[in-house]
């Protein structure tokens, strides 16, 4: 130990440094590792917490797709739900109107007096009496009203925006029977009918097949611009009445009908034109007398006034809802 006492005060200080110093530098290193750990241990836990946080949105997102998901399904579901009450509700008034109509037709039907009127006995083919329109040069002769069956009639849609001076006021009453002829009958059902441009929707034969439905299935439609369509009744035949629906669901005005019979297919020779509403000669087949009006179940009936003819041509050119031709069904009353 002695030895020790002979070294020398800065020999005895440079060891107190460098212990110093060692333990210093122990220290620093300590701290860093410390200081590291801890940056580790943070970044381990931002990790952890952000992790957590992203299936945490996940499941937000999941729960929202699902509420969304039931949201709409029951939207769906109510809407259609309120559209089937609502076309139940159409069908139902309109088989009342077309059950009134039927009715009205025939202004004295055989009833009980004490039975309630129903629809099956309105609908059975009632007397016939009470004011008519007699077909035009047809008097004195062995005349009894032309049947036709209505379809039903549509109720809903929006409002017709259109007036003008040739528009005919909306009727609802029934139209009073048309006398023709004893044994004038539909003579156009089933006849082949051609036309100006071929059918956009629906074809020909539709237009004499019988069914007069305001369903867009029953609907042919040609193109826009002055269009026609033409029958072909196999045969000459005394004519009094054409019967024509153009598309009747909702309202609407088709423009420039002009209605012409004949013998000649291509309509060249002898004509003879029985409506014409086209006031102002846009189609170029004169100018006409008769008015626009708005499509119904009940159709629009031209006097043929018993003319001589085996053709029959109608023309329109566009409506007031588009720029588009369109024909459910023509009748064409008759006899050889
Ligand atoms: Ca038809
Ligand atoms: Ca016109």
Redesign the pocket.
Known sequence: MKQNDYRSPFAASMVTLAATLFVLVAAILFTLHQQAQNARKDAEEAQRVKAELATLQDKQDRALEAIQQQLAQRLEEESSRLHSMLEDNNRQLSQLVTAVDRQSEFPFPRLRKDAEPTVAQAEAPPPVQGPSVPSTDVQGEDLEPIKIELPEAFFGGTPIEYWDAHLETESNKPRPPFLAPRGTVNVAKGKPAASSAAPLQ?DLA????????YNKR???ELPAGLQWVQIDLGAEYKLYAVLV?HFHEGKRVYHDIVVQVGNDAEFKDAVTTIYNNDFDDSAGLGVGQDMEYVENHKGRLMDAKGINARYVRLYSQGNTANDMNN????EVFGMK
């Open positions: 629906g539709q237009l004499t097949d019988g069914d007069k439905d029953s609907l042919i629906w024909y459910v069904e023509v």
